[in-house]
């Protein structure tokens, strides 16, 4: 222990002098203020960022039973891409590496051995060309390609990573499309929301995206994808596990000048969780899910697609409201975790299916105890574990002559610990 006794205690003894300054009876107040008041619709610079698709309330349901309701969708496929993050070579190279899968349940093993890989890399040196043609290995389970990634002095390891995660994603979702019958649930966001912001995040960034084929191309294939599930009609929802959105605290914060929450997923989960004070202790109660209605948000990379004046490059098929962004948040309270599903508002206009997927996806939740069967599968199928990114790391350091660029931290704590 770095810490002796002495220090521990009086560290301790400052936190409960912050936890005397919060009052959450007050917080759990004001959520059920901004509930009640700022969400139908809440309002961003004359804009509706957010607005219930339908009646806005809060529903509750009683985990075990719902976990034995029947299923709504005969099959489920899940989606995921996983990568190894950013690596920096001595020679100025920058790779990352991604590989996609998808899940069914019940489970299709010939389905499960599919894999799409991209290995992208961005060079400093503007003479040097990677790109790649898609190949397959594998007796044609496996498609892989080389991406050369456009040039850029900013941002480089978070283009790199997204380039690579999203580009084998789309692909391996358009690929493996035809034998989605019955639903397809995305582990993450239905858009590549790391692109879409980079007409905010960075000048640079935002040039990069109007001018480079490569990030226009995947956010195309992302469009193309959902039109083609909105033509055979069906289902394509997003399964968020890690929700990271701040439109409704952040507006809280600018019009009242505070928030008590961190994002809104802080927000949801104080007010979808049930209980009571007991001598000044919140007990929770923990039998029954709790969710809200579904909503629509057009807020920052939520209404990018939707809208005819974003995105010029990008071509769009279906009405622009068809692509609209619509959400509900799940809270369990058996592991105090809160996600967000969402789905384009073309299949949740629909109340029939709109139930159906809110039934299915409460279904799972309850069943696992997290996210539903068909996403943890995926997200086994497509995670690169940190044996195999070792490996990896060792094998590209050979491949490209070059030792992996490490500091001090590295040094102190051991490079690349998941």
Do not use: C
């Amino acid at each position: 222990m770095t810490l002796d006794p002495v220090h521990f205690k009086a560290i301790s003894r400052l936190a409960k002098g912050v936890s005397r300054t919060v009052d959450e009876r007050e917080h759990r107040e004001f959520a059920e203020t901004v509930w009640a008041e700022w969400l139908d619709p809440l309002v961003d610079g004359g804009d509706r960022v957010i607005e219930p698709l339908d009646e806005q309330r809060r529903y509750r349901v009683d985990a075990t039973e719902i976990a034995l309701e029947a299923d709504r969708f005969e099959t489920r496929h899940g989606l995921d891409s996983g990568t190894i993050n950013p690596t920096t070579f001595k020679n100025g190279l920058v790779v990352d590496v991604a590989q996609a899968a998808m899940s069914r349940v019940p489970s299709n093993l010939e389905l499960h051995r599919r894999r799409t890989n991209v290995v992208a890399v961005h060079s400093s040196d503007v003479t040097v060309g990677f790109d790649g043609d898609w190949q397959v290995d594998d007796g044609g389970y496996v498609r892989q390609r080389l991406l050369h990634v456009p040039t850029t002095d900013r941002s480089m390891t978070a283009v790199v990573h997204e380039l690579a995660l999203y580009l084998a994603e789309v692909t391996h979702a358009t690929d493996n499309a035809a034998v989605v019958e019955d639903l397809l649930v995305m582990d993450g966001p239905i858009y590549p929301k790391g692109l879409l912001t980079w007409e905010r995040r960075d000048p640079e960034l935002a040039e990069l995206l109007a001018e480079s084929e490569t990030p226009q191309g995947v956010i195309q294939s992302y469009v193309e994808l959902v039109e083609s599930f909105v033509e055979r009609d069906v289902p394509l929802v997003g399964f968020v596990k890690n929700p990271a959105s701040r439109l409704v605290t952040r507006t809280v914060r600018e019009k009242q000048g505070n928030s008590p929450w961190l994002n809104d997923a802080a927000f949801f989960s104080q007010l979808l969780e049930r209980g009571h004070f007991n001598e000044g202790t919140w007990v929770r109660e923990t039998d029954e899910l709790t969710y809200t209605n579904w909503f629509v948000s057009r807020g920052a990379t939520d209404g990018t697609l939707a809208s005819p004046t974003t995105l010029s490059g990008i071509d769009r098929q279906l009405d622009h409201d068809e692509y609209e962004v619509t959400f509900a948040m799940v809270y369990d309270p058996r592991t105090d975790t809160i996600y967000r599903i969402e789905a384009p508002r073309y299949f949740t206009d629909d109340p029939d299916t709109r139930r159906a997927l809110t039934r299915q996806l409460l279904k799972g939740i309850a069943a696992e105890r997290g996210p539903p069967e068909a996403v943890g599968k995926a997200d086994s199928l497509a995670r690169i574990g940190s044996r195999e990114t070792a490996a990896l790391r060792e094998a590209l350091e050979a491949a490209f002559d070059s030792e992996i660029d490490t500091d001090y931290d590295d040094d102190r704590w051991g490079a690349f610990v998941d």
